[in-house]
């Protein structure tokens, strides 16, 4: 059973360009979770979603900021015109049901964005 | 906002030593988490409390809870080069998970 997967696992961006990224679950998790981090801080929570629903998007940047979970396919982050307080890395997590019934998320590997 | 807040934000022992870390919150929860991340890396878990719970115990970690204080603690017992990382602790409410800044521990070889 693979693990969460996300990539791509490092991503520089221009300012001003796109930058998406991508998340599959762990199989049979239909509860993703993308949080953002910068360096030698914790995580900050940014979204969670089930499947095609955006349950709390609380956490993220009304302006440039988009996340889908579809019915088919990886979840997708998507910023749009990056700017360099951007450059983070950005983790995606994922769990079987909501963590109020599991508790324990699993974690990919993250995606580092870098804005030039 | 963060919620979790670690101390000490850095720990450098001896390899064999026994390594604490601390963790307070600030509101009810329903469980607190503990993980820990290798440079570069995700999240891994490693102990889940709930708020019913005082105390845990895995391998060699060894997790407190006191709802009273609004504090846990992380006891890594004979520690290892390997136990090098960040530990986060993460409080569930909610159905969010809200995460301190983390304890950066090195074990010294």
């Known amino acids: 059973n693979a693990g969460v997967m996300q990539n791509p696992r490092h991503l520089v961006r221009r300012r001003g360009q796109e930058a998406r990224l991508r998340c599959s679950p762990m199989?049979?998790?239909?509860?993703v979770y993308w949080y953002r981090q910068l360096p030698e801080e914790g995580l900050k929570f940014m979204v969670y979603?089930?499947?095609?629903?955006?349950?709390?998007e609380s956490g993220m940047p009304k302006e440039r900021f988009s996340a889908e979970f579809p019915k088919e396919g990886p979840s997708i982050l998507r910023i749009q015109q990056v700017v360099r307080g951007d450059s983070a890395a950005y983790f995606c997590?994922?769990?079987?049901?909501?963590?109020?019934?599991?508790?324990?998320?699993?974690f990919g590997e993250g995606s580092r964005l870098t804005v030039l | 906002s963060q919620q979790g807040e670690e101390d000490p934000q850095a720990l450098s022992i001896q390899e064999g030593e026994n390594a604490t870390m601390n963790c307070s919150y600030k509101?009810?929860?329903?469980?607190l988490q503990w993980y820990r991340q290798n440079s570069g890396r995700g999240l891994v878990h490693l102990i889940l409390?709930?708020?019913n719970e005082r105390e845990k115990h895995s391998g060699r970690l060894r997790v407190t809870l006191d709802t009273s204080k609004k504090s846990s603690s992380l006891l890594i017992t004979a520690s290892r080069a390997a136990d090098t990382a960040s530990y986060f602790c993460?409080?569930?409410?909610?159905?969010?998970?809200?995460w301190g800044a983390g304890t950066k521990l090195i074990i010294k070889p």
């Open positions: 997590a994922s769990s079987p049901q909501g963590l109020s019934n599991t508790g324990e998320l699993f």
């Open positions: 199989k049979g998790h239909s509860h």
């Open positions: 979603l089930q499947k095609e629903n955006i349950i709390d």
């Open positions: 509101t009810s929860i329903n469980n």
């Open positions: 409390i709930r708020s």
């Open positions: 993460a409080t569930e409410s909610n159905y969010q998970l809200i």
